[in-house]
């Protein structure tokens, strides 16, 4: 079991950035992807980016050059810094842990960031 807690959201106007953190309750090296997702209201829930413990990354079309994730094994916490942020890309934003064998994903329970134009 790995439970997750993020924080870091709030309100920022478009053009600002916020850094996103995501604790997690045991070590993340054996956590196979560390991945964030976001939930704007009435729509479904959208990947974000993803890490490996590999240290590889992949974002969505939508933030990426914008989004940067990275983690600190040490601390076993993920981070999402947010850049160049507009008002699409205001939501729930979600940390996500993934393990392929046993078969896994631990859900936080979300930070809400808004962006105000």
């Known amino acids: 079991q790995v439970q997750l807690v993020e924080s870091g959201g709030g309100l920022v106007q478009a053009g600002g950035s916020l850094r996103l953190s995501c604790a997690a309750s045991k070590s993340i090296s054996s956590v196979n992807v560390m991945r964030w997702y976001r939930q704007a209201p009435g729509k479904q829930r959208d990947w974000v980016a993803e890490?490996?413990?590999?240290?590889?990354?992949t974002y969505a079309d939508s933030v990426k050059g914008r989004f940067t994730i990275s983690k600190d094994n040490a601390k076993d916490t993920v981070y999402l810094q947010m850049n160049s942020l507009k008002p699409d890309d205001t939501a729930v934003y979600y940390c996500?842990?993934?393990?392929?064998?046993?078969?896994?994903?631990?859900w936080g329970q979300g930070t809400q960031v808004t962006v105000s134009s």
């Open positions: 996500n842990a993934h393990i392929y064998f046993p078969r896994n994903s631990y």
């Open positions: 890490i490996t413990n590999g240290d590889s990354t």
